[in-house]
């Protein structure tokens, strides 16, 4: 199925998305993470888009999409109206969400902010925020494993990741995958090439910069957050895919999970890493469709 594209005038930033299947009557958006762009979807579109409208934008910042100057451009609140404008611009009040990474964090806000215009919630090596807050605070495996959070509040890091055309951050992120197969030179280019568009580094790591998740170490005397868990109990149907060789997120981060999602789905992927989408694409596709049809029967 071929893969289209399209621009979507929203009220403060411009889309660029990728889709499939806009022939199809329900709305499915894939919300990708850092530092990707709509290509980590590349794999899922056309699965999806056999039976829903399957829609992959670049989140504000990346790659295509508008790049407002300024992290405080790039809170929350801004995040979470993309996503409903988004679903509005293609004629939509309801949805589902599919989400790894950032994408994730964005969507886990959206259905705490606005539950019932999402259907299903599908999210892919993302931590539930409150879960992750409590970790980035009290444990110590967690708060080493984010350490590069604090480090992308240098202004400077920007120098170090565009370097030697992106050498740090490909091998970072992707070179074992493209070592070993998984991703081609095409995907390479794709990605450097999108990582190098004017302002888009910068607008990336704003995503870190402007959000008050931050590696907080309570035993050094750092000031908790302070969340209450009532607020952010999701009260939409949930499916978690979870990479448990994950480098960055701890297994604890999904301990404890089904308090705060009632309705939930986990299923546990014990050989793949953070990457769920170049590791494990056939399998993602088929539990998103699973998902779908499941919620479909109720």
Known sequence: MKISHGFAELEEVTLHYAETGAENKELVILLHGFPEFWYTWRKQLPEIGRRYHAVAPDLRGYNLSDKPVGKENYRIQHLIKDVVQLARHFGHERFYLVSHDWGAAIAWSVALAVPDQITGLMVLNGPHPYLFSKLLETNKTQIENSQYMADFQDETIEEKLLAENCDWLWNWTFKKHFDQGQMSEEDRAAYLEAWQKPGALTSMLNYYRSSPLQPRPLDKGAKPLGLEKE??????????????????????????????VPDLKLIRLPEVTHWVTHEAPERTSAEILTFLEELQKR
């Not at 607020?231 to 308090?259: M, R, S, Y």
């Open 231 to 260: 607020p952010f109990i999701v009260k939409v149907p949930t499916l978690v895919l979870w990479g448990e060789k994950d480098h960055a997120l701890i297994p604890e981060n999904i301990d404890g999970i089904e308090e705060l």
